[in-house]
């Protein structure tokens, strides 16, 4: 009993000092040091973990002090709300009826207790709750997002890559880790071959910013080596080719993971030829990266844009200018059988291109006219040598049937 007095007066007195340091918090005048602050709150949380109750007075306190108070207890209560643990049903009603402004000391409660710990279902029920009733605030849900289901987090996952730099790659080290240790099979939530396909499928028409958000994303993707090995790219970059369409971001993908792995090249020019059967030119951005990515692969690309139409071959180099030189020059390295398997399209393409199509085709006029007046004065020389020739012949009788004739006539 005197045990039972002793706690119950020890709390009180520990409420009324801390409500009265809390007021003179407020005072403009009071200058409250942190030594000070934490002498008068460490008797009241070191109640908390007997009786979990204090944990709503807490966060009722909690809306009224000071931003400096205000961090100082965010530092303080990690012991205290270890000692509650998530089966707390006090704990997880002041997670559910979180009080206007205390928002901050809730998230800080959930980091605490799924730090090294997976969530709960009835802790992760409670914050589902709590997310739908204080408009969506996706914070909340950082710290049970291994408790959630893949489509929750894929729902979610363009409201997270606008945060601050520092929370998503939280967000992500967070994801990384539950597709580790034994448990991996039933709390990785996002595998991260889901998670960079997830990012690449975020719908940002019309919308920059997101655009932006969704690049510095993948960028922290690739940023992790060990996690986005060359098997794993490639398997990424299988699936994004097999969509219809095809991502916007997916060809800065593909240029992005060569210059990470370049022996991913022979599997790039795969990936390129398959483009061409998908007719990637309709989809002006991703047609953008694949002109690119032939510019970062050349010389090897060759081969790829000559299996383009004309007009997009035509287009290609109209947007990437330094393609045409070398291209036109490969085409002339070839042997005469090589470039009798080219398309005349593709090589009178290819020579419009270079400015060379006028040119070459004058040539060709003069070639032919010289071939045929050629021809004309070869037949001309040969009839005139033919007529020589018979007149030489007849010639050649007279003056053989002559010696004959004479003689007779001489003797009659």
């Known amino acids: 009993v005197c045990v039972c007095v002793c706690v119950r007066v020890c709390v009180r007195v520990c409420m009324y000092v801390y409500a ?7 005072e403009e005048t009071a200058e409250w040091t942190e030594g000070y602050v934490k002498l008068c709150l460490g008797p009241f949380l070191g109640l908390v973990s007997q009786n979990h109750k204090l944990i709503h007075e807490l966060a009722v306190v909690y809306t009224g002090t000071p931003a400096t108070v205000k961090r100082i207890i965010l530092k303080q209560i990690e012991q205290p709300v270890q000692s509650l643990g998530m089966g707390s049903p006090e704990l997880l009603n002041v997670v559910k009826n979180c009080p206007v402004g205390a928002e901050t000391l809730i998230l800080r ?7 090294n710990a997976i969530p709960t279902a009835e802790l992760v029920k409670r914050v589902r709750d709590l ?14 997002l291994n408790g959630l289901e893949k489509r929750e987090v894929v729902l979610v996952l363009p409201k997270l890559i606008k945060l601050s730099p520092n929370v998503v790659k939280g967000v992500f080290d967070r994801i990384f880790s539950s597709c580790q240790g034994e448990q991996s099979s039933s ?9 960079l396909i997830a990012l ?8 920059e910013s997101l655009m932006k958000c969704v690049i510095k994303a993948t960028n922290l993707c690739f940023a992790e080596k060990t996690i986005y090995t060359q098997e794993v790219l490639a398997v990424v970059l299988q699936q994004l080719l097999e969509q219809s369409p095809i991502p916007t971001l997916f060809m800065r993908t593909v240029i992005q993971s060569l210059g990470v792995c370049p022996r991913l090249l022979n599997f790039v020019l795969t990936i390129l030829n398959k483009l061409i059967t998908k007719q990637v030119w309709k989809q002006p951005k991703v047609w953008q990266g694949f002109v690119k990515c032939c ?3 050349k010389p090897q690309s060759f081969q790829i844009l000559l299996q383009l139409q004309p007009r997009p071959l035509e287009n290609a180099l109209e947007l990437s200018p330094t393609l045409k030189k070398p291209l036109y020059a490969h085409i002339q390295a070839l042997t005469a059988h090589q470039r009798a398997r080219i398309p005349r399209g593709i090589q009178l393409a290819i020579e419009k291109s ?5 040119e070459v085709i004058e040539k060709k006029r003069v070639k032919s006219e010289s071939g045929k007046s050629k021809k004309d004065k070869d037949a001309k020389k040969r009839k005139l040598s033919k007529e020589k020739e018979e007149t030489e012949q007849e010639q050649e009788q007279q003056q053989e049937n002559e ?10």
């Not at 690449?200 to 919308?207: F, R, V």
């Not at 270079?354 to 006028?358: D, E, N, P, Q, S």
């Not at 010696?403 to 009659?412: G, S």
């Open 20 to 26: 009265l340091c809390l007021l003179l918090c407020t």
């Open 109 to 115: 409660i959930l980091h605490i207790l799924t730090e």
């Open 131 to 144: 997310y739908e009733k204080n408009g969506q605030d996706v914070r909340f849900l950082i710290p049970i």
């Open 187 to 195: 709390t990785c939530v996002l595998t991260p071959t889901d998670l």
């Open 200 to 207: 690449h499928n975020i719908d940002c028409s019309g919308d």
């Open 295 to 297: 510019e970062v692969t």
């Open 354 to 358: 270079m400015g060379l199509a006028a």
């Open 403 to 412: 010696p004959i004739t004479q003689p007779i006539d001489q003797q009659h």
